[in-house]
């Protein structure tokens, strides 16, 4: 069976500080994929990222990061120079080949991030 | 450019009612899916589509119903709604399967 763990319920920091969201997962499948999802206060989610297992390549997108590393099973996303728009609810979430294209994702239960000014 | 369309907002029903969440893409997407949002739970997959006149179950597809008669459009309807079906609820698109846009969500609530 497939699990996300989000073990930090919310996180708060200043302005300018540098934020991590842990992720753990676990899997029986060889081949899966990762994601994470910015739910903001507007409610939509926004696709962040998708990351397959067998890419273990650490990703840096402007302010976003990701660090991907199979051996501990984990997909942490950093912010850094976090700013108030950052402020959202922060998914992780888990699919296998044949399910992620109907759209079923092991979600974890996500982590709130509030950014004070 | 819309993208994904949910309607209503929000929404209070009496238990034992029945209605229906409105969703449409405007997007020519083939997948569709619904979820439910609960506290503490992320969300879980309610029912999927992969085109038009093909449907499937997620992991909680029981009290719902689902039909996909055009590619724009994929209904969700509560049968007989119930306190357990008080979430939100999300509508999502995608072109390939990987990428899902998602709609901006229906707040339920049954009283």
């Known amino acids: 069976a497939q699990k996300v763990t989000q073990a930090q319920t919310e996180i708060s920091v200043v302005e300018k500080e540098d934020v991590t969201l842990d992720c753990v997962y676990e899997?029986?499948?060889?081949?899966?994929?990762l994601f994470w999802y910015k739910q903001p206060p507007s409610g939509e989610l926004v696709f962040l990222i998708r990351?397959?297992?067998?890419?273990?390549q650490n990703e840096i997108s402007g302010r976003y990061s990701w660090n991907f590393q199979k051996s501990t099973s984990s997909f942490n996303f950093t912010i850094t120079a976090s700013q108030v728009v950052d402020s959202a609810v922060y998914f992780c979430?888990?699919?296998?080949?044949?399910?992620?294209?109907?759209?079923?994702?092991?979600f974890g239960a996500g982590t709130q991030v509030v950014v004070t000014p | 450019n819309a993208g994904v369309t949910q309607t209503p907002k929000f929404q209070v029903l009496k238990t034992g009612q029945s209605m229906t969440l409105q969703c449409a893409q405007d997007?020519?997407?083939?997948?569709m899916s619904w979820y439910r949002q609960d506290p503490g739970m992320g969300l879980r997959l309610i029912h999927y589509?992969?085109?038009?006149?093909?449907?499937d179950q997620g992991e909680v597809p029981n009290g719902y119903n689902v039909s996909r008669s055009t590619t724009e459009d994929f209904p969700l309807r509560l049968l007989s709604a119930a306190p357990s079906q008080t979430s939100v609820y999300f509508c999502?698109?995608?072109?390939?399967?990987?990428?899902?846009?998602f709609g901006s969500g229906t707040r339920l609530t049954v009283v």
């Open positions: 997007m020519n997407h083939e997948y």
């Open positions: 990351r397959n297992s067998f890419d273990e």
């Open positions: 979430a888990l699919s296998d080949p044949l399910s992620d294209s109907w759209g079923k994702f092991q």
């Open positions: 589509s992969v085109g038009a006149g093909i449907t």
């Open positions: 999502a698109s995608s072109s390939t399967g990987i990428r899902y846009t």
């Open positions: 899997t029986r499948d060889t081949t899966y994929y």
